[in-house]
């Protein structure tokens, strides 16, 4: 079955310090995968998303990604944190028909910044 | 940018009454809208697919009686919670398929809180 693992619920880093979130996901075709950020009490927006390709993936606020097909990872990573990207962060995995397909979600990390 | 209301933002409601949360494309028409559960601190949880037109596909585990999705229109979908329970509450969260925007071109709306007392 599919799935997509988080490994760090928490994870604290200070503002101007290089972030990595981990991602791994569970999928026997190739996989759509894709970052996205919640903001308390907010929907989600879409950082950044991997559908083929060139495996490093730009996204939306300075934040990048890696697709290993040999490690089944997707790990999102920001140079130089900022305090305004304190938020929690969702991996996924899409799952059928690109218009109508399903996202499956990790279990999300939060991502604390520290002045 | 393309923009998805969710209404109302947060309710209270008593147990044993029934609530609807609405999900509105405001300005591009969504043949497909997803519903989303979200506990705190937790995933969400995909609970339905809902399509115009026709019945809504719900999740395993997903009660269709409890949960009543609609989707009448292009641009507004919604989700029914029939006499809600305390463990109804939750967060809720619709996306919806804009067109042209490739695959998994999702937009999420900003959720609804839902409280049952």
């Known amino acids: ?115 | 940018g393309a923009v998805v209301s969710q209404h109302p933002s947060w309710v209270i409601c008593k147990s044993g009454t029934s609530v609807k949360i609405e999900c509105r494309s405001l300005d591009f028409q969504a043949t497909t809208m997803f519903w989303y559960r979200q506990f705190p601190k937790q995933s969400l949880m995909l609970m339905a697919t809902s399509n115009e037109g026709s019945k809504a596909t719900y999740e395993q585990g997903v009660e269709k009686d409890k949960f009543l999705i609609n989707h009448a229109s292009l641009t507004l979908s919604t989700l029914t919670v029939t006499s809600a329970h305390p463990e109804d509450s939750s967060f809720y969260i619709c996306s919806a398929s804009r067109p042209g925007q490739g695959a998994y071109g999702y937009t999420f709306g900003s959720g609804t809180r839902l409280t049952v007392v």
């Open chain 1, 1 to 115: 079955a599919q799935s997509v693992t988080q490994p760090d619920i928490h994870i604290t880093v200070s503002e101007g310090a290089s972030l990595e979130l981990r991602c791994n996901y569970s999928y026997g075709a190739t996989p759509y995968l894709f970052w996205y950020v919640q903001s308390p009490g907010q929907g989600l927006q879409l950082l950044l998303k991997y559908f083929s390709g060139d495996t490093l993936v730009q996204g939306i606020k300075g934040f990048e990604a890696e697709f290993k097909r040999s490690q089944s990872s997707f790990n999102l990573r920001k140079p130089s944190v900022h305090w305004s990207d304190a938020a929690e962060y969702f991996c996924a995995v899409g799952v059928g028909s690109g218009n109508t397909g399903k996202l499956i979600f990790g279990q999300g990390t939060t991502l604390q910044v520290k002045p």
